[in-house]
Nanobody, 120 residues
Framework: VQLQASGGGLVQAGGSLRLSCTAS????????TGWFRQAPGKEREFVAC????????EYTESVKGRFTISRDNAKNTLYLQMNSLKPEDTAVYYC??????????????WGQGTLVTVSS
């Protein structure tokens, strides 16, 4: 599976962005998928994940109520709707596909990352 993330950019605090991640191949629906992020000088961290069917989701505490993960298996696309953005959300966001989980090791396939910058 090859993943291509897009949708990052510069936004003011309180604004919104929607990230997309397009996957190649016909097995996309078999994989759980997730979003991770890495801020400058920090380790990559879990943001959200969604099961292959889209029926189960999980979020890190700091984004609950603000971010929504979703997927469209017919389009082989994963989304992350980010609302009420804060400066601390600034990071490179990576999409990933693999097994269900909140740790990096659960995911075998990674996109190249898209930069989100939130100005105060």
């Amino acid at each position: 599976v090859q993943l291509q993330a897009s949708g990052g950019g510069l936004v003011q605090a309180g604004g919104s962005l929607r990230l997309s991640c397009t996957a190649s191949g016909r097995t996309f629906s078999r994989y759980s998928t997730g979003w991770f992020r890495q801020a400058p000088g920090k380790e990559r961290e879990f943001v959200a994940c969604i099961s292959g069917t889209g029926t189960s989701t999980e979020y890190t505490e700091s984004v609950k109520g603000r971010f929504t993960i979703s997927r469209d298996n017919a389009k082989n696309t994963l989304y992350l709707q980010m609302n009420s953005l804060k400066p601390e959300d600034t990071a490179v966001y990576y999409c990933a596909a693999g097994n269900w989980g909140t740790d990096l090791k659960s995911y075998a396939y990674w996109g190249q990352g898209t930069l989100v910058t939130v100005s105060s």
